[in-house]
């Protein structure tokens, strides 16, 4: 089964200059645990919960004053949407993330896909 036909097309993007609160408000509004950074379906990097309470909070940063840029997470693992399931359900195991942007040929972001869907999908026997 290929990404194209797992994956969330509804993605949420906020700025990279954006301030963490704003960026944790929209988490919080769409009920996740992650969001995407960038610009008109550029995709600079990802900002999680995790990133927000280590390198804001834990750091003494003030959520209003502080740049999404600041805090995320800039290394990014991406997948296309003619990737397999199998592959990237692997790769997302292999590097422990679990959510991956999904992009067309021209790098643009076009959707985002879970571990959770790329393995629920697959045979029982497959999943890593």
Do not use: K, W, Y
């Given at each position: ?52 309470l280590i390198r804001l909070v834990a750091a003494g940063l003030h959520p209003t004053a ?59 026997s497959t999943a890593p």
């Open positions: 089964m290929r990404v194209s036909e797992l994956m969330l097309r509804d993605v949420t993007l906020v700025p990279a200059e954006d301030t963490v609160q704003n960026a944790a408000r929209a988490i919080a509004d769409i009920d996740t645990r992650v969001i995407l950074v960038g610009a008109e379906d550029r995709v600079a990097g990802l900002l999680t919960i995790r990133d927000i502080t740049p999404v840029s600041q805090v995320m997470s800039s290394s990014l693992f991406t997948c296309t949407e003619e990737d397999t399931a199998e592959d990237v359900a692997e790769r997302m195991a292999e590097h422990r993330i679990e959510q991956m942007p999904v992009l067309d040929a021209g790098g643009r972001l076009v959707g985002l896909i879970t571990r959770h869907a790329a393995e629920t999908l697959l045979a029982p």
